[in-house]
């Protein structure tokens, strides 16, 4: 049964409040991660998805950086959590072989690098400045390249969800990068 389900009908019997409910969820999935099950809940509560709120909520908008930097750091940050979330709601992983995973995700990565590029274009951020953010960011998509066909294709993982927990796992790693590419970035803009 639907854990939220689970949650309503009990709010309903017992009266209890929205935070009453929010609690029972909370420990309902404490239960699931302590029994080791990895499912689309677990993915979408993935730190990385807490990490990229947090950046465009509170650290960015805070940063000594130019007011382009600034924006294209919200547009690309948005444009990850956003593709990801969409991307764990909307897949069945167990259902797919380790080929259609890797495809699946590696289009995922490569159509939200095109939509952030293509956002920032339409926000006004100067070509110069994209161009050498990529230039500089394209070590880092490398490595998260390789780290998504690593664990697609890793023989450790016990199942789909497992292996997508890592790649989101991959995915913040390189998001936090980001930061020290638009530094580059920067720099470089400014020597020039």
């Keep these: 049964m639907n854990k939220g389900i689970i949650a309503m ?22 239960r699931k991660l302590e029994s080791g099950v990895i499912d689309t809940s677990v993915l979408l509560n993935h ?11 509170l650290i960015i908008p805070q940063l000594n950086v ?11 940050f948005t444009a990850f959590q956003d593709a ?11 259902t797919m072989s380790d ?9 995922n990565l490569n159509e939200t690098v095109s939509s952030y590029i293509a956002d920032a274009r339409r926000e006004g951020i100067p070509e110069d400045f994209i161009l050498m953010f990529n230039k500089w960011h394209e070590q880092v998509v490398n490595i998260l390249t390789q780290s998504i066909e690593d664990n697609v294709y890793s023989v450790i993982h016990k199942n789909q969800h497992s292996k997508m927990y890592a790649i989101l796992t991959a995915y913040d790693s390189a998001l936090g990068a980001t930061l020290e590419d638009v530094e580059k970035t920067l720099e470089t803009h400014i020597g020039n």
Excluded: Y
């Design 47 to 57: 730190s990385l998805f807490t990490h990229a709120s947090t950046w465009v909520d």
């Design 99 to 107: 080929a259609q995973l890797n495809q699946v995700v590696t289009r």
């Design 84 to 94: 990801l979330e969409s991307l764990v709601e909307n897949s069945d992983f167990e």
């Design 66 to 76: 130019s007011d382009d930097a600034r924006k294209f750091l919200t547009i690309k």
């Design 9 to 30: 009908v009990c709010a309903f019997l017992t009266g209890a409040s929205p935070m009453g409910v929010i609690l029972l969820q909370g420990w309902m999935d404490q």
